[in-house]
């Protein structure tokens, strides 16, 4: 998971770029960059960090030009300490790239070979994203025919792109001199939307970004969803032009974008995020009721914040008492994405304070987003039982992530989620709670894509079923080794 953006402007877009990358902050902690491209030279920063602390005016006056891209990267392939991992890279040919990419490859070992030794191109990191980019600018380079660069040579290279690459990625890159190129997988498991806005003088300038939110800001009007396998081409005095460059393309949209990883305010593929998690707590809370005692919850608590919709309708509809009860140390990032376990241990307590005056003897109904490794509900459920609860149950607005997550998030071992192995009434007695209560993959399913056309999501991470046919248990069974060598 990270969050990226591109603009095509008639003014300057650093700042632009800036604001915008804060908007999407929450999809990435790890570092960040900016890029821009003034005519045919490109200006970039980058560094490990937040955005608030990563780029320093020095920084922002040298980023001149009115095409930018940025990004906020949340580490999934490659090493968080490196900043040489952090985005955009750059190569020089044909014409200079420079790209971001939120999403993960599966087929990094096949890729690295063929570049090395087929297209006679080196790739100075472990990042997924840079050879991306190289095959990207290796397709390029082979449409190119004379001077100039049209679009039908830049979609005929997106089509090459789709064909060697396997895996979930939205794409933004910059063509020095020619303009800025969006593109989204055949799949579209990350999301990726397109907005334009009109300047006083008749303009047009547009926009990419991970989430609408960013759009919304920058008073862009959204003009709709980056198609899967669609590539878009915006040249350097606004003119947009797309088209679809996949062979097969079929929406599949990541289920745990509406489950944590959006902002409630985004809509992406057309389904409002803070919707879907109101309508995941009515069926959370029809399967609360089934399962239990009654009388063991006085009042629901959500674990702040990405859980709170959901909370907010189980006690509606179980006509149990809300109650905020977990205080949030709003400066400590978000847990589930620090790179370490130990620092993921040692953030929860900074983040999250119990206040007694609403535990102390009550029985408490525990609402949260989903669990992964287990590691922060289970200081959760201890904070509960320091703080006086009677009894502790703990309702999870998303089925149990049973299975690693290969496209963009980071659970590479089975070994180190919680539910891997284990039935429910041993989670909850890993977690120290009295009742332990998952949400079902159906009830997740039509939560999201209710009132929409889209039928089916990528539920790998609950499921085993990875969408694109190509994630064999050799392939898992290399991604466990790796990530723990």
């Known amino acids: 998971m990270c969050g990226i953006v591109g603009i095509v402007s008639t003014e300057p877009v650093n700042q632009q770029v800036y604001d915008s990358l804060l908007l ?5 902690q790890d570092s960040t960059g900016i890029a821009t491209a003034d005519g045919s030279a490109f200006h970039m ?50 014409y200079g790239i420079i790209l971001v990419h939120n999403g993960n490859l599966t087929n990094t070992r096949e890729l690295s070979q063929d570049l090395f030794n087929i297209d006679r191109r080196h790739v100075n990191s472990t990042s997924d994203t840079e050879m991306l980019l190289n095959v990207l600018a290796t397709e390029l380079t082979g449409q190119i025919t004379g001077l100039d660069l049209d679009p039908d040579q830049v979609f005929a290279a997106v089509e090459q792109v789709h064909e060697r690459v396997e895996g979930s990625y939205a794409v933004i890159s910059m063509i020095a001199g020619h303009g800025l190129l969006a593109f989204r997988d055949p799949f579209g498991i990350r999301p990726l939307i397109l907005g334009r806005r009109v300047t006083e003088r008749g303009k047009e300038e547009w926009i990419v970004a991970s989430e609408s939110l960013v759009l919304e800001n920058g008073d862009y009007e959204i003009v ?15 003119q947009m032009i797309s088209r679809q460059c996949a062979k097969n393309p079929r929406l599949v949209p990541c289920s745990f974008e509406y489950v944590y990883l959006a902002r409630p305010d985004s809509v992406m593929n057309g ?17 609360i ?81 989903s669990i992964v490794r287990g590691t922060t509900s289970q200081q959760i459920v201890q904070m509960a039982r320091d703080a006086g609860a009677n009894k502790v149950t703990f309702a999870s607005a998303a089925p149990p992530v049973r299975f690693p997550h ?74 466990e080794q790796t990530q723990l060598s």
Not at 24 to 28: D, E, M, P, S, T
Request: proline share 4%; glycine share 10%.
């Open 24 to 28: 999407l902050q929450h999809r990435g």
């Open 224 to 238: 709709r969803d980056v198609e899967p396998g669609e590539a878009i081409f915006i040249t350097l005095d606004g």
């Open 271 to 287: 389904i409002s995020v803070y919707e879907s998690r109101l309508r995941m707590g009515d069926r959370l809370a029809d399967t």
């Open 45 to 94: 920063a980058k560094a490990r960090g937040q955005v608030r602390e990563a780029f320093r005016t020095r920084d922002m006056r040298s980023l001149i030009g009115n095409m930018g891209l940025g990004h906020v990267r949340y580490t999934t392939k490659g090493a968080a300490e490196r900043e040489e991992e952090a985005q955009p890279f750059y190569v020089n040919a044909p």
């Open 289 to 369: 009721a089934k399962h239990m005692p009654l009388g063991d919850a006085d009042v629901v608590m959500p674990i702040p914040d990405s859980s709170r919709p959901s909370a907010m309708q189980v006690a509606q509809k179980l006509g149990i008492e809300y109650r905020e009860g977990f205080y949030k140390n709003r400066y400590v990032g978000r847990t589930f994405i620090m790179p370490g376990q130990s620092e993921r241990k040692r953030s929860v307590r900074q983040k999250l304070n119990a206040m007694g005056t609403e535990f102390r003897g009550k029985n408490i109904l525990i609402v949260d987003d």
């Open 406 to 479: 290969v496209y963009g998030i980071n659970m590479p071992s089975r070994q180190e989620l919680i539910a891997h192995g284990r039935k429910i009434p041993e989670i909850a007695a890993e977690l120290g709670a009295d009742h332990m209560i998952y949400q079902e993959v159906a009830d997740l399913q039509a939560a999201i894509t209710e009132g929409t056309s889209i039928e089916a999501l990528d539920l790998s991470c609950f499921t085993g079923d990875y969408v694109t046919g190509t994630v064999t248990e050799e392939y898992l069974g290399w991604v």
